[in-house]
């Protein structure tokens, strides 16, 4: 699921995933099993390989933002074309400062250090 996912940082720097490995547990055997008994999942430690790509300036960036807003706007509160909710969060997004903004904007994922 995460092979070709591209990167940003919020200096605009990327990088695309070229390979995913699992290389242990996320968490102690303990937590592990709670996990599986009440969640049915199990969290990996995984690493990542990845390629460099040019650096993206911040337009570029809120104009990807903008694209997947539109393209898959279920994944972003259930927002539809219909819905009052989606043009605002598009200016919002628009209107951004800087990358670093975006992710809380989006409620994108962040990945956690171990």
Known sequence: ?????EL?????????VRSVTRVGRAESLLKSLLSILLFAKLQS???HELDALEPLSLDEVKARACAMLEAFPEDYGQY???DNVLAPLLAEVRRAKDIASLPELLGLDSFKAY
């Open 1 to 5: 699921m995460q092979l070709g996912m």
């Open 8 to 16: 940003v940082d919020a200096n605009g720097r990327g990088w695309i």
């Open 80 to 82: 539809d074309y219909s």
């Open 45 to 47: 430690r995984i690493e």
